[in-house]
């Protein structure tokens, strides 16, 4: 954790502006490591009553108890003196400085018992070895020099909660480095961030048992400012922060790079050494508050002769209360399953290193409107407020809303808001409608369950194989989003276990994971239809479609470049509504999946029906036999067609129009236009000539027609029977007598194999079978019963045409 140079420097380090034109110093001071005196203190406020290191600042009419703890076998006699400040220009009055005689067995002569007066703005202490006239001597100087005192004061307490700070980041590496050291590299930053402290990231790649050292190497520069602890002792008189600041991050200042911790050592330095005299030399201390103690340390050995030392102790400002604002880390709920929930904060590294903050709760309330509070304990190497107690009362399951609260000092204490969730029994559900998952790609996943923040693993099973941990995470309040690795599965049923921390039995989710799906772009629906038109990829998956009360089942396949087209048949009498409705289509593929398709009924398709039609055979051949095809339900392939269609409701007819002319299987097809055989009657009715030799040469069998109108078309309707007819050039029966011989008749000609087979009677009984594929000029056939022969057409079989045989 790299900070920069400025945030290392306290704003309240205004003494630096005395020092910049002073002489570089070339060694640190020495450091406070040496043990002093101790005193006990303790602050009523009101009704109440504090030991001094749970008060941040003191105020007015406070009442103040100080008494000097020195061992029994004290042998230098200290005066303690108290002296409260109202300003740097501002000398206090006399009666503002107090006397205590330390060594008195009686506790009003060796006690301060004062109360705070108002005006007053700071105070400091004084202990001072027994010399006559002691107490004038420091009077004068408090009196004569007040702001001197003011910087002192405010620096030394600045510098108190700094050793704090570096104390308790100093403990827990040690704690840290006897128990878990292994841990060092994950808990250091998370202590450094919480104390405010500076790690120098190198160490935690050195060795483990070298890392601890490493961290505390120069200690006295490892603390950073806290703004708040900072504002704290900010003094009323000297140079601006921001000059401050600027002087602290210069060598030209004389001190170079340092803390606010090594500052203060050298700054106050400077200025007792302004106003000391032959008789007393002023030594600073930094105070050590636990309980109602204040444990002295001390940077240089007190001197008992000429120039005696007097230790300067500095007491909490006297000013209001200013609680640190609190912000809460947490991302997400927090999960309350385990004892030693955290609640991570930010923003107030002295509720880790000072007692401040104290009597910290807690207060849950439920959805049901229930409340508990639970204690909480600050943990630095955690980097928040740990939650302590039992299991949460039944009623606390889900999701619950907390607000973390305390007293700071003799003044209420508010912290962040959190939310906090505890598994519940109902498990964890589907988001909604089972998705459509599939194979061959990630695909994700969206659970409804009471405590997101409690799953503790998320793991996917299909079959009998291995369980395999997925990524997942909280969404809210009470949603999982997972995301399930599909690349390399199989389509069939899986499940997803959501084991809760701490439960024994994983929430089970039964999914099934499928082929890709069919590409569904669209269905087009004409209003009056019993039939549609489906659009999209790989639409051979589709089983049936149900839209507007309409069954639809798949009649007919095609493809488009790289789009499919299903035609679908409607089953049973049902048709599409009015054109306009906005209808929901529900696609069933055939792995069971079902997929919604909206669909707008559009305008109905134009229709027509055929009126006439008739048929004139081609040309008589100048040899050879003609076949008699009768009626106008064949047409031959050198023929022509000539029909007659009619419009249908709501279907005028133009000139642009066109009929198309196709064999069963759609394809084939011919246009008629105007150009090309059509003639128009009226916008009703139209008349259109087909020449069979326009047919491709593939095309037979039956043909039908329908109107196209730019991209719409009406219904196929069967039109005629399109049929090749084989060339016969002789018929001949035995003597020459065509007429009832008994041994038959034998037919010449090309193409026979376009003949099915050929008969006596129209019924075809007896009839002689023509095999698949002949290639002969010669058939033997039974011999006619009234003159004729006939035949059956491999193009037409539901025809019979005839044969002279005579």
Not at 183 to 195: E, K, Q
Not at 357 to 366: C, N, Y
Not at 658 to 677: K, M, P, Q, Y
Request: charged share 20%.
């Amino acid at each position: 954790m790299r900070l920069s140079i400025n945030r290392m420097m306290r704003p309240g380090l205004c003494v630096l502006a005395l020092l910049a034109s002073a002489p570089a110093v070339a060694a640190d001071p020495a450091p406070f490591e040496l043990t002093g005196p101790s005193l006990r203190v303790t602050v009523t406020r009101g009704k109440q009553s504090l030991p001094i290191a749970q008060v941040p600042s003191l105020s007015e009419g406070d009442s103040i108890a100080i008494e000097a703890d020195l061992p029994e076998d004290q042998g230098a006699r200290f005066i303690l003196v108290s002296a409260f400040l109202r300003g740097a220009t501002n000398p206090p009055p006399k009666d503002w400085v107090r006397f205590a005689e330390t060594w008195k067995k009686k506790e009003k002569d060796r006690a301060l018992n004062l109360t705070i007066p108002k005006g007053a703005r700071q105070m400091v202490l004084f202990l001072v070895p027994d010399t006559g006239g002691a107490e004038g001597a420091l009077a004068d100087a408090v009196r004569g020099k007040p702001g001197e005192f003011v910087r002192a004061t405010q620096d030394l307490n600045q510098a108190s909660l700094d050793r704090s700070r570096l104390d308790a980041f100093m403990g827990a590496i040690k704690a840290q480095e006897n128990t878990h050291p292994e841990y060092l590299r994950s808990v250091a930053p998370t202590l450094a961030r919480s104390l405010s402290m500076k790690l120098n990231e190198d160490c935690l790649s050195k060795v483990i048992e070298m890392q601890a050292s490493c961290l505390l190497e120069n200690r006295d520069s490892l603390v950073l400012a806290d703004v708040h602890s900072s504002s704290m002792a900010e003094t009323l008189t000297g140079a601006p922060t921001d000059l401050a600041l600027q002087l602290s991050a210069t060598r030209e200042a004389g001190y170079g790079f340092y803390s606010p911790y090594i500052g203060v050592v050298r700054d106050i330095a400077k200025i007792f050494g302004a106003f000391s005299s032959p008789e007393f030399d002023y030594l600073p201390t930094l105070s050590v508050r636990k309980g109602d103690g204040m444990g002295l340390l001390l940077n240089a050995a007190p001197s008992f002769q000429k120039p005696k030392s007097v230790m300067v102790v500095a007491m909490p400002a006297i000013e209001a209360d200013s609680p640190p604002r609190l912000r809460s880390g947490a991302t997400g709920p927090i999960c309350a399953a385990r004892p030693g929930a955290l609640l991570p904060v930010e923003g107030a590294p002295l509720v880790y290193s000072t007692t401040y903050a104290r009597d910290m709760t807690l207060t849950l309330r439920s959805a049901s409107g229930e409340s508990v509070d639970l204690p909480v304990e600050a943990r630095a190497d955690r980097g928040g407020y740990v939650l302590a107690g039992g299991a949460l009362p039944p009623a606390f399951a889900g999701t619950a809303h907390g607000h973390l609260h305390g007293q700071w000092g003799f003044d209420r204490f508010e912290g962040p808001d959190f939310t906090v969730q505890l598994p519940d029994d109902k498990g964890w559900a589907l988001d909604g409608e089972p998705p459509a998952l599939v194979v061959g790609r990630d695909n994700d996943l969206l659970l409804t369950g009471g405590a997101p923040a409690c799953v503790d693993t998320v793991t996917l099973r299909q079959g009998d194989g291995p369980a395999r941990p997925i990524a997942w995470k909280p969404q809210g309040e009470g949603q999982l989003a997972l995301t399930l690795p599909l690349a390399d599965r199989k389509p069939g049923p899986l499940n997803v276990d959501v084991r809760y921390q701490g439960a024994a039995q994983p929430s089970v989710i039964g999914l099934r994971s499928y082929a890709q799906a069919s590409r569904l772009d669209g269905i087009l629906l004409h209003a009056g239809d019993k039939a549609a038109l489906l659009s999209g990829q790989r639409l051979d998956q589709v089983e049936r479609v149900e839209v507007g009360g309409l069954t639809l089942l798949p009649d007919g396949l095609s493809r488009n470049g790289a789009v499919d087209h299903l035609r679908l048949a409607g089953q049973g009498d049902g048709v599409a509504p009015q054109a306009g409705s906005d209808l929901t289509a529900r696609v069933r593929l055939r792995d069971g999946r079902t997929v919604n398709l909206g669909v707008t009924v559009a305008e109905p398709r134009p229709q027509i029906g055929l009126i006439g039609k008739s048929i004139t055979p081609g040309a008589t051949p100048a040899t050879g036999a003609t076949l008699g095809l009768g009626g106008d339900t064949v047409l031959p392939d050198d023929g022509q067609l000539v029909f007659s269609v009619q419009a249908g409701k709501g279907t005028k007819l133009t000139a642009a129009d066109t009929i198309e002319v196709a064999s069963a299987d759609d394809e084939n097809a011919i246009r008629l236009t105007a150009a090309n055989g059509l003639r128009l009657e009226g916008p009703q009715v139209m008349v259109a000539t087909l020449n069979a030799k326009a047919m491709a040469p593939a095309a037979f069998g039956p043909l039908r027609f329908r109107l196209r109108r730019g991209d719409e078309a009406s219904d196929w309707q069967p039109l005629v029977t399109l049929a090749r007819l084989p060339r016969i050039d002789a018929v001949a029966c035995a003597d020459g007598n065509a007429a009832g011989k008994a041994d038959g008749c034998t037919i010449r000609g090309r193409d026979l194999f376009l003949i099915d087979a050929v008969g006596a009677t129209p019924a075809l009984d007896h009839a002689a079978q023509v095999a698949h594929g002949y290639t002969g000029s010669v058939l033997s056939v039974p011999a006619p019963q009234d003159g004729k022969l006939y035949l059956r057409l491999r193009d037409a079989p539901d025809m019979v045409v005839t044969l002279p045989a005579a």
